[in-house]
């Protein structure tokens, strides 16, 4: 099978959004159209594609491996793990912000520009380090997986750094933005080793994608 290509999407709105761009170009999967399928795996074998469902943040490491020729992940995912990988096209959908937040009572009194020594509950400890350590800032990390908006509730943190989109889980928990790390979109990889051995399939993906991205 040296000659499909598979690509390593993750599970939910982003996988449906990477496959309506993909249909734009002509690459589709009559066999992902059953939404109930429980399948981790879908073929087109008339046109030699494979589509692995999988979890966002395992995207980068299915492809850096070769086990996926191509990849969509988010950009927060790329910038915490520092993969080898070749990141050729911004796709422009699932928009959201890396933003450092506190609790609204804190805000009232804080100055952010005043900050030495904090500590930051977070799901992306590599992004905060780095953010911080280029203001000039001490930060205790603490990692979390769940709601990180727990953690000013209960004093485990006061700050947390997080995605948001519309911001209203932010505001129900009683938080508001202080300030924007980075801004997150949804971008293709690709495997630096596929892109040579399947270099006119896959850069035949590479520029219908980025003309499709380019008309909106």
Not at 34 to 61: H, I, Q, W
Not at 120 to 144: M, S
Request: net charge negative.
């Amino acid at each position: 099978m040296s000659d499909w290509i598979t690509f390593a999407l993750p599970k939910g709105r982003i996988m449906q959004d990477s496959m309506a761009l993909l249909g734009r170009i002509g690459i589709t999967c009559p066999e992902m159209e059953d939404g109930a399928s429980r399948k981790l795996v879908f073929e087109n074998t008339k046109d030699r594609y494979r589509f692995m469902a999988v979890r966002a943040t395992d995207v980068p490491t299915y492809v850096e491996y070769g086990c996926a020729d191509l990849g969509v992940v988010g950009k927060d995912t790329l910038l915490e793990q520092e993969k080898d990988l070749y990141e050729p096209v911004d796709l422009k959908f699932g928009y959201c912000r890396l933003v450092v937040a506190e609790p609204r009572e804190l805000l009232e009194s804080d100055d952010p520009s005043g900050w030495s020594n904090i500590r930051v509950a977070t799901k992306y400890p590599h992004i905060t380090a780095r953010y911080f350590a280029a203001k000039g800032i001490q930060v205790e990390l603490v990692k979390l997986y769940g709601s990180i908006e727990l953690a000013p509730l209960v004093g485990l943190a006061e700050r947390i750094v997080d995605l948001v989109s519309t911001g209203a889980t932010l505001r129900e928990n009683g938080l508001v933005e202080v300030e924007t790390i980075v801004e997150i979109t949804s971008h293709l990889i690709v495997n630096r080793a596929s892109l040579k051995t399947k270099h006119q399939r896959i850069r035949q993906i590479i520029d219908g994608l980025e003309k499709v991205v380019a008309e909106g």
